[in-house]
């Protein structure tokens, strides 16, 4: 599983998209690998129209990892993720 980073402006996150069924509560945990863990809440507008997750601790963990901010549009980074447990989630480092 994979997802997307996503941005506008200054503002980052990640994408969910179709992993949105994944998610079972009113917040989840990002635990970026090497990076801080996340507590995020699951807004009624992710559910709507906007399936990622912002917070400024996603652009600075993107930074870290070297990426080129913002990217070539339309082609945002991938991240493989995992599922630890209910709606806890590992991701990793971006696929390059």
């Known amino acids: 599983m994979v997802l997307s980073a996503w941005n506008s402006g200054t503002t ?3 994408r969910f998209g ?3 069924t994944l998610i079972d509560g009113k917040a989840i945990t ?3 690998e ?3 863990t996340i507590e ?3 807004t009624d507008a992710f559910w709507r129209k906007c399936p990622e997750f912002r917070h400024p601790e996603i652009r600075e963990w ?3 990892q070297g990426l080129r901010l913002p990217w070539p549009s339309g082609k945002p980074y991938k991240f493989p993720f995992t599922r ?3 709606d806890v989630f590992h991701v ?3 696929q390059r």
Do not use: I
């Open 92 to 94: 990793s480092y971006a």
């Open 34 to 36: 090497g990076g801080p």
């Open 12 to 14: 980052y996150g990640l």
């Open 40 to 42: 995020l809440k699951v």
């Open 30 to 32: 990002l635990k970026l």
């Open 84 to 86: 630890v447990r209910r």
């Open 18 to 20: 179709v992993y949105q």
């Open 62 to 64: 993107f930074k870290r």
